[in-house]
């Protein structure tokens, strides 16, 4: 999961590319980037932490330009603390090409090798977007014939990516003195929309913005008027006049959006894939009910309390179904990172307590039920239950908007790993006892994609294989598995290294 965005615009697109990046720092807070381009010249500036770190006035200063990218980065591939690995990436054959991406390879290793062996060209990082930039730059060059470039020309390239690549990728590239890409995978596995506008800068009447983001937040948020999903497998091309250009590069694309975007990833403002985040979560919650009723009397529950803050809906929605007071039990400090999404498991547990806070009236002598959005590695729900006991709780109930995250994730969500799921090969009453709570109800599988789903008839099914097991591409294997295991734990071990690092620094630091 990371949060892309690409400009094309008749002014400067340094101040709205940074726009929109704040507006999609959810999907990512380990780095950020932000390349543009003047007449054919890059522009560049990427470095781990939040947008607001990483660019200063000098830095935007430094990023000239009508035409532009960025990305905010969550790691899922590669090496969560190298810098060099930040996003965009650039190749200067053919033309200059510069580009971001949101997804994970599944045979990025097969095109490591492939690419050294066949195409000649060397791949310097661990990321599978250095591979994805190489594999588009190679096939561009093969379908140029003659200059300029033709919008058909880069289709062609793109249709012969789709052939190559496997996994999820919705992608944003530039390429110098020709225009700005956009594709999707052909199963829409992660998302990509874009919009037209003036924008919201005070240049509103010289302006005219063409945006692509991975979220229609990024859109709106910026002043602009969303267009349309990019389609499974489509690419739109926008050359230098602003002139746009859209065509189908996949043989049989389907759409299959990830189901986790909307049970926990995108913000409840955005609209992906023509479900509004916010309506899906509150159908999570009314179904949600459904099943609690059935398992257990909600004469027994005092209130209705959310984990801060993507299960806010879904309580609000279950605890009028039943008929239950909600309230505001946690206070979330907002300047803490959001747990899921941190490198280290250690830095993971020890955040929560950072991040929230019991407000103890709302918990003394009641009996309360607790509401998350999904319990992924069942740490931060224990340490939860355990600060509702200790804020007076007389009972502890825990529901989960999402089914039991059992398998492990390989569309870009950092859960690829069995041993890391609280709920792989484990009872929801083994589930219930380590978390500690004194119920546990989850989501049905079955109920949550028909509620979501009911949302957009069109939509033919969800990529939902971290609760169901089943992998859309079809080409994940049990050596995949491993592989990924096996570079999880190597980046684990550096994460720990990196860990004690910085507190070894930290202490030479206050002793001195």
Do not use: W
């Not at 499974?232 to 996949?250: K, R, S």
């Not at 709302?362 to 509401?371: P, S």
Request: net charge neutral; aromatic share 6%.
């Amino acid at each position: 999961m990371c949060g892309i965005v690409g400009v094309i615009s008749t002014g400067p697109v340094n101040q709205l590319i940074y726009d929109a990046l704040l507006l999609l720092q959810h999907r990512g807070q380990d780095a950020a980037g932000i390349v543009t381009m003047q007449d054919t010249k890059c522009f560049m500036h990427k470095a781990r932490g939040m947008v607001r770190d990483v660019f200063r006035t000098r830095n935007m200063r430094g990023l000239p330009g009508n035409v532009g990218l960025g990305q905010v980065r969550y790691p899922t591939a590669g090496n969560a603390y190298s810098e060099e690995e930040a996003q965009p990436f650039y190749v200067n054959a053919p033309f200059g090409i510069v580009l971001v991406h949101n997804g994970n390879l599944t045979n990025a290793q097969a095109l490591k090798k492939e690419l050294f062996d066949v195409d000649r060209r060397h791949i310097n990082t661990q990321s599978d977007t250095e591979v994805l930039i190489n594999v588009l730059a190679h096939e561009l060059e093969r379908s140029v014939r003659e200059l300029p470039l033709s919008p058909q020309a880069v289709f062609n390239a793109v249709r012969a990516v789709h052939k190559r690549i496997k996994g999820s990728y919705a992608v944003v590239a530039l390429i110098a003195g020709h225009g700005l890409l956009a594709f999707r995978d052909p199963f829409g596995i992660r998302p990509l929309c874009f919009g037209e506008g003036s924008g919201d800068g005070d240049n509103k009447a010289s302006s005219r913005n063409l945006i692509v983001a991975s979220e229609s937040v990024a859109i709106v948020g910026t002043g602009h008027q969303v267009t349309r999903d990019v389609a499974p497998g489509e690419a739109i091309f926008v050359d230098t006049q602003g002139q746009l250009h859209t065509q189908q590069c996949a043989d049989h694309p389907t759409l299959n959006p990830c189901m986790f975007e909307y049970v926990y990833l995108a913000r409840p403002d955005s609209i992906m894939d023509g479900i509004s985040v916010y309506q899906a979560r509150l159908n999570l919650g009314e179904t949600l009910a459904q099943r609690l009723v059935s398992t257990m009397p909600p004469s027994d529950i005092d209130v209705v309390i959310p984990i801060p803050e993507s299960s806010r809906p879904s309580a609000m929605q279950l605890a009028q179904k039943i008929g239950k007071p909600y309230r505001e039990g946690f206070v979330k400090n907002r300047y803490v990172g959001r747990t899921f999404i941190m490198p280290g498991q250690g830095v993971r547990k020890k955040s929560v307590r950072q991040k929230l806070n019991a407000i103890g009236v709302e918990f003394k002598g009641r009996n309360v039920l607790l509401v998350d959005d999904s319990i992924v590695r069942g740490t931060t729900s224990k340490e939860i239950v355990q600060m509702a006991r200790e804020a007076g709780a007389r009972k502890v109930y825990m529901a989960s908007a999402a089914p039991p995250v059992r398998f492990p994730n390989v569309y870009g969500i950092d859960m690829p790993t069995s041993e890391e799921l609280i709920a792989h090969n484990r009872s929801i009453e083994e589930i219930r006892q380590f978390i500690g709570a004194d119920a546990l109800i989850y989501q049905d599988v079955a109920a949550m994609k028909r509620v979501v789903g009911a949302l957009n008839p069109a939509i033919g099914g969800f990529e939902a294989s971290c609760f169901d097991g089943s992998y859309i591409t079809g080409d994940v294997s049990a050596e995949d598995f491993r592989s990924m295991a096996a570079q999880r734990r190597a980046q684990g071990e550096e994460e720990e290294g990196a860990d004690r690092s910085r507190l070894a620094l930290q202490s030479a630091t206050e002793q001195s």
